[in-house]
């Protein structure tokens, strides 16, 4: 079952040997090192755009362009991927709020630190227990409040379990911010902090961005559709973040694979306020036998 | 100055990692050149009545077993491979090895799934995939189980029936009287003056 | 002719030339309140010229209080607008004679405030240009949508309540006013639709009032009980309770004959009316008060007992801004200034008087207003997990200056189409059937 993770960390171990034993031949190459990752990001790229216009793109951004072609437009966007239902698990007890989940989200989604789609909450049951930190994303509810509550249907439920927001139809009343228990919707107040983006819009990225509208957490279907890992998943150094397909019966964080059942059974997986019937998608793993200690000034998280 | 610190890190560890990606490379071909050869892998799957199996056996180019051969099995999902059997399972004197397959594992919607049996980082032998599909997994739901149902949270044309019926009921009824009341009033504007009143 | 018919036809005469005279005569303080008004709709209208340039981004709201004084401004306009069932259904029904001038002084209020409803309601949304999405992607199971349903319902019942009663009254402009205006001749002939107090006519006029009476009273109770499950449908607290129907009901129903009693005052004052509009009249809308906000009282007391006993989690904490937190001044004001005083105060006789109660009934409706944005805000600022990790700004609400003229401009154009309304047509029914005795105050009172 988890013979994965344990042949990463041995190889990791092994890395780390070598790299140990040749300190001394390596530093010899940093400079030239420096001066090559200088040139590469300077360097442009000619590309077609989707109505036919070539343009120049340095390099260091297409990485971040990239995926935003992947997204469906608005009316395929409504259907969902065949076959799938994703599922997400959150394990409580590895976050150390690196943040690195949240800052991948906001680079893909383009969004400003003061209104990111996922939150990483300081969270403490009583005063007794110790507190923890709580990643929060869209739950994509089975049975979602903000969906109800849509006046003209912007916001929909896709059969793969997503709950996502065309920004096309969406005619910003707000309903759904009020109607979400868990305050996962953010609001375009203002025109969008990217100036105007020249790419076709899909609800899937939920890009470009549109003033007066909603947005949320979207589990990146862009990503899914190629059959790679949302974002956050794979930006967590920790292994929180398990994602997966509920009809294969197996979630992975990129690292190792388990099967679900398995793994909610096994630590005791658990909704977040199971009482209000919203039956989300998102489930946590107690945040017991801690990997880390509970610190507020972490060195990364100082950064947004 | 923090930032200058994390770069010359940086540095230096993507030149360790060169470093380590040259040596390494050399000790590759150099080893294939001499030790390194191809394992082969018979698969044999075992169905009881409750439970079902996957022996292999590894012989090497001599149809030798080979013993103390690790061998790794998955089953293809989405985003990874699921490791299937125990955390490690190496063949025994006869070459052989055998996993349990769950019984509970989801499959397609014909109950296929594909096996995956691999050699990784073994020191004698090089890497080798084996994939195998078999109809061992319970079939998902079929495909028109995921039609949307009529629900308060489905698109406008999937409301519920007594909610549309209820509330069309409703506006009919008020609409209804509403409509008649104008009409009432277009009756009203044709009763012509005949025994004028005027009061 | 006998001395009772001859008493009929002085007290027709005069109560005609009463009534009709603002129609013809525009004085000086109308010119300067409708300049007023529209001067004060030019600065909303440039707040709402800088709202649809910018985005919602003026306002203050932000991502926990996602909805603001717009939304606590609309609810206290549905609130407003029950007034014109209550007089046109429940009084009538209870075959209350007093309450006859009054009722077009509420059927106008009413048709007032729904439509200010609507505009703000348009003013609340992030895509105004969108707004026939509403119709195009209509999805049923959206509260919203029946709300929108409702509104329109009630707006056009309002619009024909006003109208079934002004009938006669209009076709008495039309035949009495001969110095009026090209286009105020031509909007009375049309509205007249060939009225002529034919018995048929009137005949069928009074089967459409008691048609009306009835059916307008659902529809009212609708109006604000959909308004409230706009909250009702959430888990926020304060909004999670099955009270919030008849609680909203209740309120409004308080607001209402506070705005009435507000309007008796002016219009009295300024058109002269104070054989029509007499002290008995604010008497009795003075105990008709003191019933109306008994209940209201009745549904807070039911609506906060339950939370506050509990004090479960972001429920009691929601209870506890309110009583002794951030909101409590202004909880307290609206309970006691608004709600409680004016009970205990409505008891007395004296008070009951056209000037006490105007100026309590100011509270009364200032209260209302200040309730609703109690009702909306705060509890949005209660979500079940902690908010955290967003700008300071997101966690307060002090609305900007663009909310607080855009609102200030609703109400001017609330109160301006009640002028233009009071300006075009008789305020109190003219035409009605009474025994007329020798002692009625219109034949004897004294200017």
Known sequence: MEDNEHKTDSRRGFLKKISTGSILAASGLAFSSLSSCKNKSTEKTTLLTPDGKLVQVPNSEIEAMEHLYHGAPPKEARKGIPGKKFVMVVDLSKCKNARKCVQACDKHHNLTPDRPYIKVLEMQDNEESSPYWMPKKCFQCDNPPCVKVCPVGATFKRTDGIVLIDNERCIGCRFCMAACPYSARVFNWGNPPEGKLDIPYSPETSLPSKHGTVAKCDFCPDMLRQDKLPHCVSACPNGVIYFGNELEDAVTNGEETVRLSTLLRDKAGYRYMEELGTKPRVYYLPPVDRLFPFEKENSENKTS | MKTTIINIIWILKISWSLLFIFFNFHMVLGQEDESMEDAKIALDFVADTDSKFIVATATNSNNEPIEDLELYFYVKRSFSNLPIGDIFNATDENGTVKIEFPNDLPGDSEGNVTILVKVIDSDLYNDLTIETIKKWGVPSLPPDQFQEKRSLWAAAANAPIPLILIISALIFSIWFIIFYIIYMFFKISKIEIINSKSY | ?447
């Open chain 3, 1 to 447: 002719m006998s001395k009772q018919g001859e008493h009929k036809q002085e007290f027709n005469d005069r109560r005609e030339k009463d009534l009709l005279r603002h129609i013809l005569k525009t004085s000086l303080s109308y010119k300067l309140w409708v300049g007023f008004l529209i001067l004060v709709i030019l600065i909303g209208t440039y707040g709402y010229y800088r709202q649809l340039k910018y985005g919602l981004i003026v306002t203050a709201m932000r991502d926990y209080t996602s909805w603001g004084i717009y939304i606590s401004n609309f609810v206290f306009f549905v609130a407003i607008s029950l007034v014109g069932s209550l007089f046109s259904s429940i009084l009538k029904l209870n075959k209350n004679e007093w309450s006859k001038p009054l009722t077009r002084i509420s059927e106008i209020i009413a048709v007032s405030a729904i439509i200010c409803a609507i505009v703000i309601i348009i003013v609340d949304m992030g895509r105004p240009d969108r707004f026939f999405y509403v119709i195009k992607y209509l999805r049923i199971q959206s509260p919203i949508i029946w709300d929108v349903i409702i509104i329109s319902t009630y707006l056009v019942i309002s619009l024909i309540l006003l109208y079934t009663s002004l009938l006669p009254d209009v076709a008495l402009c039309r035949d009495r006013l001969t110095a009026v205006p090209k286009w105020k001749k031509k909007l009375y002939r049309i509205m007249a639709i060939n009225w002529h107090n034919d018995p048929k006519q009137v005949a069928m006029l009074q089967k459409v009032t008691k048609i009306l009476a009835i059916s307008v009273l659902p529809v009212a109770f609708a109006i604000h009980t959909v308004t409230s499950w706009l909250f009702a449908t959430t888990w926020r607290p304060g909004w999670d309770s099955t009270n919030l129907g008849p609680y909203f009901v209740s309120g409004a129903f308080m607001a209402g004959a506070a705005a009435i009693i507000i309007a008796m005052y002016f219009i009295r004052k300024f058109i002269n009316l104070n054989a029509y509009i007499t002290e008995s009249h604010f008497d009795k809308m003075g105990k008709l008060l003191v019933l109306l906000s008994l209940v209201y009282l009745y549904f807070n007391i039911n609506e906060y007992l339950g939370p506050a006993f509990k004090m479960v989690g972001v429920e009691g904490e929601h209870i506890t801004e309110l009583f002794v937190g951030k909101y409590a001044p202004m909880y307290w004001f609206v309970q006691l200034g608004g709600l409680v005083l004016p009970i205990v105060l409505l008891l007395f006789k004296g008070m009951r008087r056209s000037l006490p109660i105007s100026i309590i009934s100011t509270f009364i409706i200032l209260g209302a207003w200040f309730k609703r944005f109690l009702i909306v805000i705060p509890s949005l600022q209660h979500p079940y997990l902690p908010i955290q990790g967003v700008d300071e700004s997101y966690l307060h609400y002090n609305p900007t200056w663009e909310e607080w003229t855009i609102t200030l401009a609703s109400f001017a154009w609330f109160l301006l189409i009640i002028t233009v309304l009071i300006k075009l047509f008789p305020i109190i029914p003219i035409q009605k059937h009474e025994h007329v005795s020798k002692r009625h105050p219109i034949l004897n009172f004294q200017k």
